[in-house]
């Protein structure tokens, strides 16, 4: 079943402004991760915020994480066109062994302007 | 720093053919994962592997098997290649979740499979 749900599912702006991205999921989670994609190119990794965490900055990204809600949303301020991409999140699902398989949500397509 | 290694990164086969998926995970993770990401879609768990021994299982086929060897290093076999096959295959690494946290899975680059 759907783990990650993102919405909106394409979103387009102009540079400079700033973007937001929103997902939700369905089951406890250990912590949630926020991956970019570019077209048909790999998964990079943006942030990871646990359970316990509420917010997270890196450079101009900002994660919030509302455990009771079930959701995260993902800021992008001062958006460049390189900024340009899928955005993906995923949450961690404890696998019958040790590890931590993620399940993805179905991403939001930024377009940024120039 | 160092990434995750994949190999290769473009494969063309034929219906009924078989393709051995390579990666190399970044030094001292312990932990690969495999995903498959079709057209249009998110990329979806297949198999993990810690420590040599095949931790978890998604919806993996049947055809596929995968192991990780004594340096770490993993490789997907798939037989009996059909057209949905094709896609686009992660491998990623991480740090190992027993000691009671998850970690960043950083992925490769990905090796797109195409099956005609």
């Known amino acids: 079943s759907q783990q990650g749900e993102e919405d909106p599912q394409a979103l387009s702006i102009q540079e400079g402004e700033n973007a937001t991205m929103n997902c939700s999921y369905k089951?406890?989670?250990?912590?949630l991760q926020w991956y970019r994609q570019n077209s048909g190119r790999g998964l990079v990794h943006l942030i990871l915020?646990?359970?316990?965490?509420r917010e997270k900055h890196s450079g101009r990204l900002r994660v919030t994480l509302d455990t009771s809600k079930k959701s995260s949303s993902l800021l992008i301020t001062a958006s460049r066109a390189a900024d340009t991409a899928s955005y993906f999140c995923?949450?961690?699902?404890?696998?019958?062994?040790?590890?931590?398989?993620?399940?993805f949500g179905k991403g939001t397509l930024l377009t940024v302007n120039p | 720093a160092a990434g995750v290694i994949q190999s290769p990164r473009h494969l063309i086969k034929e219906k009924r053919e078989t393709a051995t998926l390579k990666c190399y995970p970044i030094?001292?993770?312990?932990?690969v994962y495999w995903y498959q990401q079709g057209p249009g879609q998110d990329p979806q768990f297949l198999i993990s592997?810690?420590?040599?021994?095949?931790?978890d299982k998604g919806s993996i086929p049947d055809r596929f098997s995968a192991q990780q060897f004594s340096d770490y290093h993993s490789e997907l076999n798939m037989s009996s290649l059909e057209l949905g096959d094709s896609a686009l295959y992660f491998c990623?690494?991480?740090?190992?979740?027993?000691?009671?946290?998850?970690?960043?899975?950083?992925f490769g680059p990905g090796t797109r499979l195409t099956v005609t």
């Open positions: 915020i646990r359970s316990n965490e």
């Open positions: 030094p001292r993770h312990d932990t």
């Open positions: 995923a949450t961690d699902n404890k696998g019958g062994g040790s590890n931590y398989k993620l399940t």
């Open positions: 990623a690494s991480s740090l190992d979740g027993n000691r009671g946290l998850s970690y960043e899975q950083y």
């Open positions: 089951t406890s989670i250990n912590n």
């Open positions: 592997f810690y420590e040599k021994m095949q931790s």
